[in-house]
């Protein structure tokens, strides 16, 4: 089962997975946790695309998933993806999906990441391009960079989380600039001021 938390975009047909507000508190916590993580990225300007989803009408969708393992999140990441593909009410360029998977935090980062890698494959080709997806994961960790390094933060969010936007509103992106700017934005920062507003 899916919780949608968005505000008003009932016709798209991601509203199938809409449950009441009577949710469990954990839904309600991973959806507030997320918002106010997507808060912050668009504070401190992470992602050049995020204060545009925040301040257009409806244009963020949290979408919650009891999956706890690599095939759930999977088929969720899938629905997920299908269904902003066949939207027709949405802004490309600030519409953006945040499927976010509490329980699946259980689960080691190679195994969340070996998941994106898989979508990454298996989702773009599977609506003719029209998706992108990026993950999060609260332990991410590139490689080859130091663990004390402010860049990881660039990929870590609450909860294991699967972000999906619509290609053509990248289409101006730049995204050599977008990571550039990333991190020399951690670096100033520094990973002990990175990790206390993480932790908030």
């Given at each position: 089962?899916?919780?949608?938390?968005?505000?008003?975009?009932?016709?798209s047909?991601?509203?199938?997975?809409?449950?009441?507000?009577?949710?469990?508190?954990?839904?309600?916590?991973?959806?507030?946790?997320?918002?106010a993580?997507?808060?912050?990225?668009?504070?401190?300007?992470?992602?050049?695309?995020?204060?545009?989803?925040?301040?257009?009408?409806?244009?963020?969708?949290?979408?919650?998933?009891?999956a706890?393992?690599?095939?759930?999140?999977?088929?969720?990441?899938?629905?997920?993806?299908?269904?902003?593909?066949?939207?027709?009410?949405?802004?490309?360029?600030?519409?953006?999906?945040?499927?976010?998977?509490?329980?699946?935090?259980?689960?080691?980062?190679?195994?969340?990441?070996?998941?994106?890698?898989?979508?990454?494959?298996?989702?773009?080709?599977?609506?003719?391009?029209?998706?992108?997806?990026?993950?999060?994961?609260?332990?991410?960790?590139?490689?080859?960079?130091?663990?004390?390094?402010?860049l990881?933060?660039?990929k870590?969010?609450?909860h294991?989380?699967?972000?999906?936007?619509?290609?053509d509103?990248?289409?101006?992106?730049?995204?050599?600039k977008?990571?550039?700017?990333?991190?020399?934005i951690?670096?100033?920062?520094?990973?002990d001021?990175?990790?206390?507003?993480?932790?908030?």
């Amino acid at each position: 089962p899916l919780l949608l938390a968005a505000g008003s975009r009932h016709r798209s047909s991601i509203a199938r997975h809409a449950v009441d507000n009577a949710a469990g508190t954990w839904r309600r916590d991973a959806v507030s946790a997320t918002a106010a993580w997507a808060l912050w990225i668009a504070e401190v300007n992470l992602c050049p695309f995020a204060r545009k989803s925040l301040e257009t009408s409806d244009a963020i969708s949290y979408v919650v998933t009891e999956a706890d393992n690599q095939k759930a999140f999977y088929a969720a990441a899938v629905d997920c993806a299908r269904d902003l593909a066949a939207a027709s009410d949405v802004d490309p360029t600030a519409a953006i999906v945040f499927l976010v998977a509490p329980f699946y935090e259980a689960r080691d980062f190679p195994a969340f990441l070996r998941s994106v890698e898989a979508l990454e494959d298996d989702v773009l080709p599977l609506e003719n391009d029209a998706v992108q997806i990026a993950g999060f994961h609260p332990a991410w960790a590139f490689g080859g960079v130091p663990d004390d390094d402010p860049l990881h933060f660039e990929k870590r969010a609450p909860h294991p989380t699967v972000s999906l936007v619509l290609v053509d509103g990248l289409e101006h992106a730049n995204s050599a600039k977008i990571a550039a700017d990333n991190e020399r934005i951690l670096s100033q920062m520094g990973v002990d001021a990175a990790a206390r507003a993480f932790a908030g």
